[in-house]
């Protein structure tokens, strides 16, 4: 019997795997990676099917002149029950097939560190993968399904905030109540629990953990908003033609589509292809119009969504950005200043977190006095819209964070004692 177990955090944007020894209750290595799947277009139509997956997807998308399909935020798909499977080139792919192969890449990683198949893992999940019990269970079922493809025997599941609140309790030295809020790519979530010092090697935490919440709004939906402001215009929403007496708006529908990455995961190119000739034939091959095609016939979803998230990242630094886009004929420069980010762009979002994270907090009876630290963690906590209201909330001593992209995946390890 291996003494190694992995905690597997699968996440929107980001997924890493912490290898612990459970002997000694260490963790060994931790290794992340960018939760993005590519495939290069096939020469044949019997040629196999390869993919590549995190930094390597970015390289060969590239390489491969953005032909291909690539794939990003695949955890939003695990609740859509509307979603059977995708066919890419000449294989049908299920939900749980897409995320097998970066549970699995992960997996072949700290394998190949530690030198033994290891079968157990602790998976985290969010606290909300949909409103609906049944999409819930739907979404954790595939991920179940997911690694047991990808070659675990043993699995179990933790929330993900509660493994991150295991993390920030190694790092204490008295009692405290903690808030945890891990602001991910797909989702905000919250945990409100007693940590202690004294109780990392206790094997049932449940009395300890005072509530739990969690929202489907993330750092991928202030990306969707940016495109939407301040992208879509470049690609001609907006535009209007004549059916015989009257003025018709292009469907809004093309850029709801290039704005959510569930969608364009699975864009049906040709159909899609056909319609945007008809409207760009309609709106008299308006420049703008002209942008779209190009971005949808060159593969572009990434790129420009690497810009948008360059962008908003610099907004967490810098009171102003540019979000340049220049390729394939495309070429716009618009500026964004934190104002604009705070107020007009990001404000319905994270106002609506606000207002989630308020209303959990008098359901779990607490208030924000009672709480000790707020350990923020995930990429999305940095962000300064979401950083004030916190600190305006909680304080600013009160407001902690620390190692954004590992506490999770860490927690996961630790959690084995209440498993295994
Ligand atoms: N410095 C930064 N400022 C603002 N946003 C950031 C920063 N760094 C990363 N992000 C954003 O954080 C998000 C990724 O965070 P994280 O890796 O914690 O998410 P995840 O674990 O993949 O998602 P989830 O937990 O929701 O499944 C992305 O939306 C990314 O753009
Ligand atoms: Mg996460």
Redesign the pocket.
Known sequence: MSKYIYGI?F?????AISIIDSSSNEIIKTYSES?LIFFPQLKNSRSPLIHFVGEQAIEKYIENKMKGRFMKSI?RVLPRSGFKETRVYNKKLKAEDLVCIILKHLKEKADAFIGEDVRKAVLGR?VVFDENPEKDQLAQDRLEKAAKLAGFEEIAFQM?PIAAAFTYERIISKDEMVLVA??????S?FTLMKLSPSKLKKTNRKEDIIGQGGIYI???N??SSIMWNKGTYHFGRGLTYKDFDTTVEVPRSFYLNICSWEKMNFFDSIKLQNALDKFYYLTGEAPRFKNLVRLVRNNLGYSIFQKI?KA??G???NDSVNFKFAHSGIDFDEAISIEEFSTEIVNDDVNKIRLYLLDFLQRSKVSPLEIDTVFM????S??KPIRNFMIELFGENTVKSRD??NS?ANGLAYSHVLFF
């Open positions: 955090d996440g929107t944007t980001n997924s939760s955890k969010p993900e891990d602001m991910g790519g797909g989702t979530d993330g750092g991928d202030f990306d998230e908003k990242i907004l967490s630094e963690t995930g990429g999305t940095m962000v954004n992209f999770v």
